[in-house]
């Protein structure tokens, strides 16, 4: 299993299918740090060719939001959680990729609850003065 290779065969199938699997930045963040924590600065461009697919991105923004994944990723969700998005999103994975994102070393991010006002959620981001589109 290599994660880089696993992302950028999931990255295709986004792209292939159009994918917007990040709407909201709700999706956006978790992205960012589940690429981050497995794949390091390598992961960054499929980041980006994630990201572009939502009339949200803005490429300077996602770059602030990938390099502060990168300084305080704590390894807490993992390529598992984009896997999961994708699939929410409608991607259709061919098998091995499919089998790939079921690993047990794929962490899944699992949503805060929506009761919780989202201002609790990414105080850290919002201090490091990233914003989303």
């Given amino acids: ?9 999931l990255v295709v199938a986004i792209e292939k299918q159009g994918a917007n699997i990040a709407p909201t930045y709700q999706e956006y963040m978790p992205i960012a740090f589940a690429i981050a ?8 461009s499929s980041f980006h060719r994630i990201c572009r697919l939502s009339e949200r991105y803005v490429s300077t923004e996602a770059d602030k939001l990938y390099d502060h994944a990168l300084k305080g990723g ?4 993992g390529l598992g959680s984009v896997f999961h998005l994708a699939d929410l999103a409608g991607v259709r994975l061919d098998k091995p990729l499919a089998e790939a994102g079921k690993l047990s070393n794929f962490q899944t991010f699992v949503p805060p609850s929506h009761t919780r006002p989202l201002g609790t959620l990414y105080r850290g981001v919002r201090e490091a003065g990233i914003t989303y589109g």
């Fill in 1 to 9: 299993m290599n994660p880089l290779s696993d992302l950028e065969r």
């Fill in 37 to 44: 924590n497995d794949c390091g600065e390598a992961g960054r």
């Fill in 74 to 77: 704590n390894g807490r969700n």
